[in-house]
């Protein structure tokens, strides 16, 4: 069974940095496109980065210039997201999306359950 588990997340002050990891295991041809996404009580999920398999990136403006996605060069099924400049407002569950290719071509995905991000003084 494939699966994507977080990890790196954490209490910060205004300021700070975190990296989260999201680790993909189990047997599927390749990774696709990974998504970091974040939720907070009462709203809806929202994209907060993506790379997809060529390494292209994609941001939410509320992250850009603080926030990047990356893959680990030597860890094929492991993305990074490096935090900088954390804000208050940051502070959400933080969920890693996996869309991966199985051994028949198909497209799947799925998420990791999540880690807590928590900005403040």
């Known amino acids: 069974q494939v699966q994507a588990v977080e990890s790196g997340g954490g209490l910060v002050q205004p300021g700070g940095s975190l990296r989260l990891s999201c680790a993909a295991s189990?047997?599927?041809?390749?990774?696709?496109?990974v998504g970091w996404y974040r939720q907070t009580p009462g709203k809806q999920r929202e994209l907060v980065a993506s790379?997809?398999?060529?390494?292209?990136?994609?941001y939410a403006d509320s992250v850009k210039g603080r926030f990047t996605i990356s893959k680990d060069d030597n860890a094929r099924n492991t993305v990074y997201l490096q935090m900088n400049s954390l804000k208050p407002e940051d502070t959400a569950v933080y969920y890693c999306?996996?869309?991966?290719?199985?051994?028949?071509?198909?497209?799947?995905?799925?998420w990791g359950q999540g880690t807590q991000v928590t900005v403040s003084s």
């Open positions: 790379i997809s398999s060529g390494g292209s990136t994609n």
């Open positions: 999306k996996l869309d991966y290719r199985t051994w028949t071509h198909r497209i799947q995905s799925v």
């Open positions: 189990g047997s599927f041809l390749n990774p696709d496109t």
